[in-house]
């Protein structure tokens, strides 16, 4: 089924017959191929979201009701776990350890909004004290409609949990584009669907590129919400596709994201973090703390370390034995993230560490752990996100120069600040303009809290509560409740 598209609970191809090749970028070989889904087959699915929202059973369930098929979801993603978690390093690199707990958090994510599902049964509305007492008012949350959700490649499935768990859980239906690279483990999200008898309609997935099937989705005007995560460019598409029928949106985007580490932190502890925030996933992910700013007192000895550190990660197939840096996702965000590395020497940076290919791979798409020092700050590598396992290490003097340099950025995703002074952790975090902020740590994510940025990071928060109130329209309704009339016009 995997070269089919999962619409209103059926398998069917592609209504003009094409397909994409799925290429493992550990071997360069193409693994399957995928559907190649277009404006017609988009069409096709959100017809039948719609349908399913407006006249469906989905919506009007309880929330415990839909809590139920979320668990049943998860449940299964559990039973698969090694299955799926295969498939995503085929699909995207990953080393093996991280597939698995992404799929873990995956299930998750679906057994966690299964509960805020069931609490939707007792706070679905919200009384609200009127000045004029001979009204009653209250406030009540509602499912949006119909979602369309586009998705990226570097967390296929988690990524996919993000928004459908939210969606379903809320009562919406759904229109799912995964990332053409990566559509795997989307496409066995369907199965699943399909297994626990999920109501026809209520969630629809076309696999195809962004050109044929993504736009088409933006664009429809049957479409409530656009759920976009991914690039800032694309994002800005997104946005201005859906400004025509003035869409709720929200924008998961970029990240050049700052790591501040003050000259009384332990260099060890420092050196794990910052490897940590920027080598897992091969550097692929939007709040990777690229931009490293260590106090001048410490900074030889940090970079010292993490040069030493960065030449010991070892390289390859993900699905190999102690692999802890897989392949980039594809032979197009290869390339890119070379010519970066290219364009910083020519711009006189200094490759401190990494910066090509590694020895002995003749094929797949590796790429060293690569430290850069000795840019500007206004160098294409220093502002740009470059997305790939290419860290970024400056000096600078004090907590002002610290914090100045950290929000000097178009983007504003996430931060991060190392120190043993707990008060200078606060005041720094305080003084970030960025979504989500770190302290002694970088990039750990939990289904319970709020995730996305400032600036060109984003718009509105995935996750938490903050999650499922995207997916949430609020209603007001009023009562006259006295008995008098009222008298305006007609005089009693």
């Known amino acids: 089924m995997q070269d089919k598209?999962?619409?209103?609970?059926?398998?069917?191809?592609?209504?003009?017959?094409?397909?994409?090749?799925?290429?493992?970028?550990?071997?360069?070989?193409?693994?399957?191929?995928?559907?190649?889904?277009?404006?017609?087959?988009?069409?096709?699915?959100?017809?039948?979201?719609?349908?399913?929202?407006?006249?469906?059973?989905?919506?009007?369930?309880?929330?415990?009701?839909?809590?139920?098929?979320?668990?049943?979801?998860?449940?299964?993603?559990?039973?698969?776990?090694?299955a799926l978690a295969r498939l995503e390093v085929m699909d995207n690199g990953k080393p093996l350890p991280e597939a698995l707990w992404d799929i873990d958090d995956a299930a998750g994510c679906f057994n966690y909004y299964a509960g805020l599902a069931e609490e939707l049964d007792n706070n679905a509305e919200e009384p609200i004290a009127v000045a004029d007492t001979r009204f009653s008012s209250k406030a009540v949350r509602e499912p949006l409609g119909v979602v369309g959700a586009i998705t990226p490649w570097n967390y296929p499935l988690l990524m996919v949990a993000w928004k459908v768990a939210p969606a379903l859980a809320a009562g919406c239906t759904m229109v799912l584009k995964?990332?053409?690279?990566?559509?795997?483990?989307?496409?066995?999200?369907?199965?699943?669907?399909?297994?626990?008898?999920?109501?026809?309609?209520?969630?629809?997935?076309?696999?195809?590129?962004?050109?044929?099937?993504?736009?088409?989705?933006?664009?429809?005007?049957?479409?409530?919400?656009?759920?976009?995560?991914?690039?800032v460019p694309t994002g800005r598409k997104v946005m201005m596709a859906g400004a025509q029928d003035i869409k709720n949106i929200s924008l998961e985007l970029g990240g050049k994201s700052p790591f501040v580490v003050f000259a009384d932190s332990d260099i060890e502890k420092a050196v794990e973090w910052i490897m940590f925030g920027i080598f897992w996933n091969q550097g692929q992910v939007c709040s990777a703390t690229s931009r490293v700013l260590i106090e001048e007192p410490i900074y030889d000895a940090v970079l010292k370390r993490l040069t030493e550190e960065a030449a010991k990660i070892k390289i390859g197939n993900g699905l190999d034995e102690g692999t802890l840096l897989g392949p980039i996702v594809s032979k197009g965000q290869y390339d890119k993230i070379l010519a970066a590395i290219e364009r910083a020497r020519l711009d006189g940076a200094t490759v401190a560490a990494g910066g090509g290919r590694p020895a002995g791979f003749d094929s797949g798409y590796f790429i060293e752990p690569t430290v850069l020092t000795n840019m500007t700050t206004d160098s294409?590598?220093?502002?740009?996100?470059?997305?790939?396992?290419?860290?970024?290490?400056?000096?600078?003097?004090?907590?002002?120069?610290?914090?100045?340099l950290a929000n000097d950025s178009r983007f504003g995703l996430a931060a991060a600040v190392m120190s043993e002074d707990r008060a200078r952790c606060e005041r720094v975090a305080s003084a970030f303009r960025a979504g989500i902020v770190w302290i002694n740590c970088s990039q750990p994510t939990f289904a319970e809290a709020p995730w996305g940025g400032y600036k060109q990071s984003g718009i509105g928060r995935e996750l938490g509560r903050w999650g499922l109130a995207n997916y949430l329209e609020v209603k007001q309704i009023t009562s006259f409740d006295a008995d008098e009339p009222w008298g305006w016009y007609i005089k009693g």
């Open 5 to 82: 598209l999962f619409i209103d609970g059926k398998w069917e191809k592609p209504r003009k017959g094409g397909t994409i090749d799925v290429i493992n970028p550990a071997t360069e070989e193409v693994i399957c191929k995928a559907g190649a889904g277009t404006s017609n087959d988009v069409d096709h699915a959100v017809k039948a979201a719609r349908i399913a929202f407006d006249s469906g059973p989905w919506p009007k369930l309880t929330g415990a009701e839909r809590a139920r098929y979320l668990r049943a979801i998860a449940g299964k993603i559990d039973e698969r776990r090694h």
């Open 380 to 404: 294409f590598v220093w502002r740009e996100e470059i997305f790939g396992p290419v860290v970024c290490v400056m000096p600078f003097r004090n907590e002002e120069e610290a914090i100045r």
């Open 178 to 231: 995964p990332s053409e690279l990566t559509p795997l483990t989307a496409l066995e999200l369907g199965r699943i669907a399909e297994e626990i008898d999920l109501p026809r309609g209520v969630l629809n997935i076309v696999t195809g590129t962004g050109q044929d099937a993504g736009e088409p989705l933006t664009e429809h005007p049957l479409v409530d919400k656009l759920a976009f995560t991914g690039s």
